[in-house]
């Protein structure tokens, strides 16, 4: 039931000596690990690419303090999260990324409610407020069709990073069509590419890289390629809205311009410049051009 998310200690960059010396150690531990067992080794990694490394919460931004709180479970891991606006007719759920929170898409809320939405978001099981110690996209996606059937049905996402692919799964499971609309913000487009970042960060030994991909496969019963976004929007017939930046290091470019050659006629692209991979989607252009869509 694993694939997991991107690299959790690639966001600490530029990187204090504190940090500096824990990746040290980490890399040296596998370095030894690797020549008793390759098998533990890989058990190992996949354990660290399943952990986020920043949990503590910011404080609610003000909009939280309009929201109606939610609870309920998935994979019997306690979910928090919260709702604006409801009932309405529409609804709208917002997906954080790989060590981030629902608080931070604050901005999107009121806008979203005057457009008339109900707007739901959720911090995904090991993030935020929700409980867990680990997140994986069968996780991630299992709560996102949690949500839909407890909560929606949702017609309207905006997905990040990690966030947009558990929604690209979860979409191949969920009932929709033309009228639906998701806004993908630099999203993970293959969990290969970050499993080749994980390796190079962390200097890996790549003789464990097959029982790593042994692993996922043993857990979930698919290969770690399974987990794509170019392979899953091919189930997708919503109305889809893909931004993405030049400069994005943790989610390559050149990942979602191969989804864009495939040239499918319900996506449309817009490629930033110089906003990276987590200030996009705060970026006021972005915000607009997304609300408007939506």
Known sequence: ??????????????????????????????????????????????????????????????IFSEAETLQFKTEGILINGWRWNHPAPRKALILHGFESSAINFDRYVRPLMRKGYEVLA????????????????????????????????????LAHSFGGLALALALEEI???????????????????????????????????????????RKGGLSPAWYSIRRAMRHIRAKVLWIHDQD???????????????????????????????RIYRENNVTKKIIDFL
């Open 1 to 62: 039931m694993f694939a997991c998310c991107l690299l959790p200690i690639a966001y600490f960059c530029p990187m204090k000596l504190a940090q500096r010396l824990a990746i040290g150690y980490i890399r040296t531990k596998f370095k030894l690990l690797s020549a008793i067992s390759k098998k533990k080794a890989a058990e190992q990694a996949f354990r660290l690419f399943c952990s986020p490394q920043r949990r503590k919460p910011k404080k609610f931004p003000k």
């Open 122 to 157: 959720f911090d995904a099981p090991g993030h935020g407020r929700s409980g867990g110690q680990f997140i994986n996209a069968p996780l991630y996606r299992k709560m996102i069709t949690d949500i839909h059937k407890k909560y929606g049905p949702v017609q309207s996402f």
């Open 175 to 217: 009932s929709h069509d033309e009228g639906y609309k998701i806004a993908l913000v630099a999203p993970a487009t293959e969990t290969s590419t970050a499993i080749d970042s994980f390796f190079r960060f962390l200097k890996l030994d790549e003789a464990i890289r097959p029982e790593f991909e042994k692993v996922i496969i």
């Open 248 to 278: 994005d290091a943790v989610t390559p470019l050149a990942d979602a311009l191969k989804v864009r050659e495939d040239n499918h006629p319900n996506v449309s692209f817009m490629i930033t410049e110089g906003l990276g991979h987590r």
